[in-house]
């Protein structure tokens, strides 16, 4: 359990567990059992209904309660959970594979945009299916269907921007209400047929699928749909802990799942005309519009969910390098976790808004549903045998053992999704593709900046050195034509040497020519340059390089501060870093400082209350006192210089530009903020 609710109580973190966690897998029932029977494939008789219902027992049971919450929850990262901190541990595990590294990094990227997917079919079709239930109630009421669902959508969309604190309250008894109704309907019709209840029988599945194995197969793409939102168990681990998470599915969720699943099946047996919306016809004409109500309510709470975590992932995606910074707004001052970010939330809604008038009904949802769902519980499985086998360091063997069954059950649901990729299911993998492509053009673009500043920058210590010394003396042009004069006879003697000394010799040599370069150019740079009172702290993308901002500073401005900070910001593979292990300060001599800031891809970056708690300086840290000076960079796109395809680079430009700004993202006083541009090729 994290320090952010250690002090919360268990029966408190359970309640919320059971709003926010367990709100897309608790509105499950209300499509489920429909499609399958709907499919057109499953005839329509007892045995057939015994073997589903056992399969859909089975599946929650293996899936949810033996893989997420008996193994997977143990792979946290420092009590943090989800794809991006398994990818973070995997990937730190296997860090001296390089090729194994790259592979792991690849997947679980993919495995994170593909939730973008999972973020539009998900409210689409929860919220839709609930609407669905005024059909039920008057089959006049289709036409209003769409128009009414686009509207809760809207409305969703539009309140992120005032944060979820006060609603926030309401989901978990709304949600322990709504398990409560589900279970209740379902014991009401499980007592006029008590023998479905032996299809918690495993024989029963058995005899399904040995009986019908092609057609087990095909509607497995149905049968998955009962743990969509499983995921979230493990995805907001960090929020509630282990804990209050396994107490909430064992005690509400999953008894009120299966007695809902008993009793659509019981409820079947009896009405076999109400395969078309089991779940809405089982309901007694005086519950059907207050349970479209709470049906409504519980989808938009799963739907919140979800959105949240868009929110979330995007954020840790942004620290971690593979997005541009964005506009993050912070809709409660007590809880960083609670954030909002423009771009994302309108970019979900048209995205949602375009699916479901597409799609325009929850069953043609369902063919959309699901693929990406069970890649992304395949890429789990996969990242936690990583886990297990090279952080944990438990035998090959278990390894295996632990996971090869969650492997082929995953890929079993993940090969029958595959027949749906032509009736919808290429959209939400055309969503994570999209979001794939952005985020790796990100990555390596960042990856040819860095190496465009690395091979044209010169090193900070010998430059400040440089620098100082001009103040004083002749020394810069002494060292200048010193080094000129080692240069000469460095050339007469290589040509000369042994062969087996050239190669030593060589080196020397471009040392030389570099120093010299770093004198040719201080001695433009230096020529009447000033020192002036105050604290310059200098943003660096790469440690122990000169910053453009300091090269264009004393270039344009010709003068330098009293005290100066090179600072660095790092983002680790961890989701936390507290303030002890915060900084990296080495001192350069001059009143010069090199700092390395470490945050952990949940930490929000914050500079100036980093620096403030530094205690190697020999000055006053005087917020008044410090400007800040950015590198402000304008990308071009390079056919002469090699790196990523032509459109790749240009794409990259675009999101280079259209980023958020750097001293928003790092928490810097926008008034305190110098920008000094440059131009790089890539």
């Not at 008057?138 to 669902?149: G, K, Q």
């Not at 006192?625 to 032509?646: D, P, Q, R």
């Amino acid at each position: 359990m994290s320090k952010a609710h250690a002090k919360t109580s268990v029966p408190a973190l359970t309640l919320g567990a059971i709003g926010v966690v367990y709100g897309d897998i608790g509105t499950s029932v209300l499509y489920s059992v429909k499609e399958v029977f709907n499919s057109g494939h499953v005839a329509f008789n007892v045995a057939n209904i015994y073997g589903v219902l056992s399969l859909f027992v089975w599946t929650i049971t293996i899936i949810v309660s033996l893989k997420y919450i008996s193994l997977v929850l143990r792979a946290d990262n420092k009590g943090e959970g989800g794809l991006i901190a398994m990818l973070a541990l995997a990937s730190s595990a296997v860090k001296h594979r390089p090729k194994l590294h790259a592979v792991i990094m690849t997947m679980g990227i993919f495995g994170t945009c593909l939730f973008y997917g999972d973020g539009v079919i998900t409210p689409s079709i929860s919220v839709l299916s609930a609407v669905e239930g005024l059909t039920v109630v008057s089959p006049r009421l289709h036409s209003v269907v769409i128009p009414a669902t686009l509207t809760i959508l809207f409305i969703l969309f539009f309140v992120q921007k005032f944060g979820t604190k006060g609603i926030g309250k309401l989901f978990g008894p709304v949600m322990v209400l709504w398990f409560l109704l589900i279970a209740g309907i379902g014991v009401y019709h499980i007592q006029h047929n008590v023998e479905i209840l032996q299809a918690i029988n495993p024989i029963y599945a058995y005899q399904f699928v040995m009986t019908n194995p092609t057609l087990a197969f095909i509607i497995l793409g149905a049968v998955v749909l009962c743990v969509t939102g499983g995921e979230a168990l493990y995805a907001d681990m960090g929020h509630f802990g282990k804990k209050p998470i396994r107490i909430a599915w064992f005690s509400i969720v999953m008894p009120a799942l299966l007695l809902n699943y008993f009793g659509q099946g019981a409820f079947l047996l009896a009405n076999p005309e109400g395969k078309s919306n089991p779940f809405f016809l089982m309901i007694p004409d005086a519950m059907r519009i207050p349970m479209v109500v709470m049906a409504t309510l519980a989808t938009v709470i799963a739907s919140q969910a979800l959105i949240s975590g868009a929110f979330s992932i995007t954020k840790q995606a942004v620290q971690l390098g593979f997005l541009p910074r964005m506009r993050i707004v912070y809709t409660n001052v007590k809880e960083v976790g609670q954030v909002y970010i423009p771009a994302i939330n309108w970019g979900l809604f048209i995205a949602i808004a375009f699916a479901v008038v597409m799609f325009k009904s929850s069953g043609a949802l369902a063919a959309a549903y699901g693929i990406a769902v069970c890649t992304d519980m395949l890429i789990t499985t996969i990242l936690t045998f990583f886990v297990i086998r090279y952080a944990w360091k438990y035998p090959l063997l278990l390894c295996i053992a632990a996971t090869s069954l969650f492997f082929v059950v995953d890929f079993l649901f993940w090969a029958s999704n595959l027949l749906k990729l032509f009736k919808g299911g290429w959209f939400p993998l055309l969503l994570g593709g999209v979001m794939f492509v952005l985020m790796m053009t990100w990555r390596d673009g960042r990856n040819l900046v860095r190496i465009a500043h690395t091979t044209r920058q010169i090193n900070l210590k010998n430059f400040l050195d440089d620098l100082f010394g001009s103040f004083t003396n002749k020394r810069l042009q002494i060292a200048l034509e010193s080094t000129q004069g080692k240069l000469e006879k460095l050339t007469q003697d290589i040509e000369n040497a042994p062969l087996e000394n050239i190669q030593e010799l060589q080196n020397q040599q471009a040392l030389l020519q570099e120093k010299i370069l770093i004198n040719q150019r201080c001695q433009v740079l230096f020529e009447n340059i000033k020192k002036i009172k105050g604290i310059a702290v200098f943003m660096v993308s790469e440690v122990d390089i000169v910053p453009v901002a300091l090269k264009q500073n004393l270039k344009h401005n010709k003068c330098l501060h009293e005290y100066n900070i090179f600072v660095t910001v790092n983002t680790l593979e961890s989701p936390w870093v507290g303030l002890s292990k915060r900084s990296e300060v080495t001192y350069l001599g001059h009143n010069c400082w090199k700092v390395v800031l470490n945050f952990g891809f949940k930490n929000d970056p914050d500079v100036p209350d980093s620096l403030k708690h530094i205690q190697q300086f020999n000055f006053d840290f005087d917020p008044a006192k410090v400007s800040y000076f950015l590198s402000h960079e304008a990308v071009v796109a390079s056919e002469s210089i090699k790196g990523m395809a032509l459109w790749r680079e240009k794409l990259f430009a675009h999101m280079h530009r259209n980023a958020g700004t750097a001293a928003e993202f790092l928490k810097l006083p926008s008034n305190n903020v110098v920008e000094m541009g440059a131009k790089v090729e890539i």
